[in-house]
């Protein structure tokens, strides 16, 4: 049961990894090319079809690394990705959340490098977390 749990962590870490790979070096730069008219519809669906891919994976991530500590999971490279899970978590909820509810009237070019800016945090701390889930697979 744990190594399952455990390799479904992985791959959802992964997967986010990935993700914010994508978001960081694509759809936020991007986001400046769009033009102010058409800014607030494109914003608004780029969010609502961001959440519906992101929303389950940090679910499923936090969720499972839950169950894992619950499970008695002790591996200190994965104990260690806990720090930028955390991380993440309070980096979206605080910084990228509000950022992304302030883009939501228009573009704003201070919020959008912000955006771009802090998510690079974010970018390395998923990186990171993949980094020190893998030895923790062997």
């Known amino acids: 049961m744990t190594e399952l749990l455990f390799h479904m962590h992985a791959a959802a870490t992964w997967a986010l990894a990935g993700l914010v790979w994508t ?14 008219g058409s800014f607030p519809g494109y914003h608004a669906a780029h969010t609502r079809r961001m959440t519906r891919v992101v929303a389950p994976l940090m679910l499923a991530e936090l969720g499972t690394a839950g169950a894992l500590l619950w499970l008695g999971e002790r591996n200190p490279w994965w104990l260690a990705s806990l720090a930028p899970l955390a991380g993440n978590w309070l980096s979206t909820a605080l910084v990228q959340v509000p950022l992304h509810r302030r883009l939501s009237s228009g573009f704003d070019p201070a919020a959008h490098t912000r955006l771009v800016r802090t998510n690079w945090w974010r970018t390395a701390a998923w990186s990171l977390r993949g980094g020190l889930v893998l030895p923790a697979l062997a």
């Open 23 to 36: 978001v960081q070096v694509v759809h936020y730069p991007l986001m400046a090319r769009v033009g102010a």
